[in-house]
């Protein structure tokens, strides 16, 4: 069996001639009569054979197609299917494995595994594969084998000429010109390409074989969940095949995870962007499904049990931090996790204060500690956010017993040995660390800092309780309730105002820390939105498990301050002050003034609201399955939050509706993302909830808007 690159070369060479033959035999023999097909096969033999000595002995054959009445692209068809097949033949018969004797001078043997194609040789070969097989689109599986075949001898060949000591000789490579060949050669992959099948998965051999490939494979999808804010991300990776076949991949190849993880990491330490944490978790998330569940995501049952367990796609030094991160949530599991992450909690009720403590508690992982890489123990924590909202859940709850009025699982909540003040010390610590992982100064300080403003929240949660206990008493010692109507709603729209206003001061103080505290912090490796989008995200802890004191308008300051970092008050105050210091310095009156810029800054904010509400109830269904036993007390947690969030969500989208973009496309996309969104939404948990009355009319205003949008485009 040929295997030399000249005699593949040749076959390619026909190949190449017989497909542009065949692009033009259609026009040809529509020109023709009937009787000219034996002329037409004639010259198709004289083709099939350059040697013209050759041709006088095939004469027989041209008489016999005649009299078939063959037509010239049926026979084309079937020589181009013949000549793919011997090559794909000849390809493969150049991967062996083989026991070869070294040179004449040296005594030995070696063993040969892979492909007798050198690593130059094999850039030319698909250098000529790339030239044949565009023309080849639209021939289904011949083209994919061609390509299939050429990819895994590319992947098979060895870099040097010869593994003799006195005459190995390393191929020098292009890499400019590798890299666009191999560009042009992923362009004519298949979006379907799922891969699922005993072969090799066509993408993942292109992600060896350029790293560029895999990059550029996870960019698209982080450019249209970038640009499609309101994407389920879950389902798409799911029900998605061109996303689902990079999820397989991915499951197939642990070193290929991790260096896709890597990449999101990086980005996400450079940018701060919330987009890229949550697809970078929402990956994990689904590969960590795949290996679970293979069956379900079109993988056989025989690839699924040869799938690696777990822990072979993350760092193998954190083996044991990935059993406790994958574990159930508890607060048990919790402290074994602070634990494992930054050493013993000290089992005190008295207050420490972290400011002077020493250093001894983060020893063990100094290393780690100052190390933020995909491989640090804080990239792992990173990919698991649920742990850091159950951090913020408990420091913000008070007490145990006030997290939620459901019982949780026999060790979610209570714990035998532990006390409150203990378990608010460890997520004190936690959420410190995450949030300043690097210098050690800055993290006890972020301690003390972060300790400070939940006994603040807690001392203004107990007294919003008072205020509305003492409420409810004068309403039921109140003595002729008609006459005292008036005086009762003031009482209580005054209580509803002092709380009000007790969450915005005590959001300037909660600000005030973040601005004190990070302009201190030195972002050689970290970047500084990092943690302001982290010190932000605290706040959701007190809309998952407590607070349930809070009205609606507390309710919105803290997920607005959550998804936006602005506090709602100030906000209004501030573009009222900067219009009319723009106003005086044009001159000109208020008819004048333009709105662009400040409508594109609220838009902003309520797309990144509304996309906050809805990435925060996927992870608390998710938590809710850990947290409770019972599927009734899992769906009434779920919307105990939705009650609390429904309001602020209604009003996220009502003002996207309001506000007008002149790209009507990309708004049409985005209402049908948020339109089969807010669906969703609305199925987690139970369907009836505090506030679901509201949810009608948005439904109706959005697919009123929908509506108009399409008939615009059509």
Same mark, same amino acid.
């Given at each position: 069996m040929m295997s030399k690159l000249p005699e593949i070369a040749d076959l390619f060479t026909k190949l190449a001639f017989h497909v542009r033959r065949n692009s033009t035999s259609n026009a040809f023999e529509e020109e023709e009569e009937e009787g000219s097909y034996s002329r037409a096969i004639s010259s198709l033999n004289q083709s099939l054979n350059f040697n013209k000595e050759a041709y006088s002995r095939v004469r027989v054959l041209d008489t016999a197609l005649s009299l078939m009445?063959?037509?010239?692209?049926?026979v084309c068809d079937s020589t181009i299917e013949y000549l793919i097949q011997t090559i794909v033949a000849v390809l493969s018969s150049s991967i062996s494995c083989k026991i070869l004797p070294f040179s004449e001078e040296e005594e030995g043997s070696f063993i040969q595994i892979g492909s007798s194609i050198s690593s130059v040789d094999s850039q030319n070969l698909i250098e000529s594969c790339t030239d044949v097989i565009g023309s080849l689109q639209g021939r289904g599986m011949l083209s994919l084998k061609l390509l299939r075949a050429v990819l895994k001898v590319a992947t098979s060949t060895s870099?040097?000429? *010869?593994?003799?000591?006195?005459?190995?000789?390393?191929?020098?490579?292009? *890499?400019? !010109?590798?890299?666009?060949i191999f560009l042009k050669l992923h362009s004519f992959l298949p979006e379907e390409t799922l891969g699922i099948t005993r072969e090799t998965p066509l993408r993942l051999l292109f992600w060896y074989l350029d790293p560029l490939t895999l990059k550029h494979d996870i960019s698209r999808i982080l450019e249209e969940t970038?640009?499609?804010?309101?994407?389920?991300?879950k389902k798409e990776l799911h029900e998605r095949m061109a996303w689902r076949s990079i999820i397989i991949c991915l499951v197939t190849s642990p070193a290929a995870f991790m260096e896709a993880r890597a990449l999101f990491h990086n980005w996400f330490l450079v940018t701060g962007l919330a987009s890229i944490l949550e697809l970078c978790t929402g990956i994990v998330s689904s590969a960590l499904d795949a290996l679970s569940r293979p069956m379900s995501w079109g993988l056989s049952m025989e690839l699924g049990l040869k799938l690696p367990f777990s822990h072979a796609y993350f760092p193998s030094t954190l083996h044991k931090l990935l059993v406790k991160l994958t574990g159930p949530l508890s607060c048990e599991s919790f402290l074994d996790l602070v634990h494992l992450v930054m050493g013993p909690v000290a089992k005190? !009720?008295?207050?420490v204060d972290p400011i002077h403590t020493s250093y001894d508690i983060f020893r063990k992982t100094a290393a780690k500690a100052t190390i933020v890489d995909h491989k640090s123990t804080w990239g792992m924590l990173m990919d698991f956010p649920a742990w850091f909202y159950f #951090? #913020?859940?408990?420091?913000f709850c008070g007490e145990r017993g006030d997290i939620y009025p459901l019982k949780c699982k026999p060790g979610a909540i209570e714990t035998e040995g532990t006390d409150d003040v203990q378990l608010h010390y460890a997520a004190a610590r936690y959420l410190a660390w995450i949030l300043s992982p690097i210098n050690e100064n800055h993290s006890d300080i972020l301690l003390g800092c972060v300790t400070e403003i939940s006994s603040s929240w807690t001392l203004k949660h107990k007294e919003a309780a008072q205020s509305r206990s003492c409420s409810n008493t004068c309403n039921n010692n109140t003595v002729g309730r008609w006459t005292k109507l008036k005086k009762l709603k003031s009482e209580e729209e005054n209580t509803k105002e002092h709380i009000v206003l007790g969450v915005e001061h005590w959001l300037k103080d909660f600000h005030g820390c973040y601005v004190k505290y990070y302009n201190k912090i030195e972002t050689t490796h970290v970047g500084s939105s990092v943690p302001n989008l982290l010190f932000r995200r605290i706040l959701l802890g007190i809309l998952i498990g407590c607070s349930r004191y809070l009205d609606e308008k507390g309710y919105d300051l803290l997920l607005h301050y959550a998804a936006t970092g602005e506090i709602l008050g100030l906000r209004e105050a501030h573009y009222t002050r900067m219009k009319n210091v723009k106003? !005086? *310095?044009?001159?000109?009156? *208020?008819e004048d003034w333009t709105k662009v810029s400040e409508e594109r800054d609220e838009r902003k904010g309520f797309i990144a609201g509304a996309s906050l509400v809805f990435d925060l109830f996927d992870t608390i269904e998710d938590m809710s399955v850990s947290m409770f036993e019972c599927e009734d007390n899992q769906r009434d947690f779920i919307c105990w939050g939705k009650g609390k969030a429904g309001k602020y969500l209604v009003k996220c989208i009502k003002k996207l509706l309001e506000l007008r973009s002149d790209e009507d496309e990309g708004r049409l996309v985005m209402l049908m993302d948020l339109n089969r969104r807010l669906a969703r939404w609305m199925h987690q948990g139970r369907e009836i909830f505090?506030?679901?009355? #509201?949810?009608?009319?948005?439904?109706?205003?959005?697919?009123r808007t929908i509506s108009s949008l399409h008939n615009k485009q059509v």
């Open positions: 009445c063959f037509k010239l692209p049926s870099c040097y000429q *010869s593994v003799s000591p006195s005459s190995t000789r390393v191929y020098e490579k292009s *890499s400019n !010109k590798r890299n666009n970038v640009q499609r804010p309101f994407l389920f991300l005190t !009720k008295k207050h #951090a #913020a859940m408990l420091l106003l !005086k *310095s044009r001159g000109c009156d *208020s505090e506030g679901c009355e #509201a949810f009608n009319n948005v439904f109706s205003d959005l697919n």
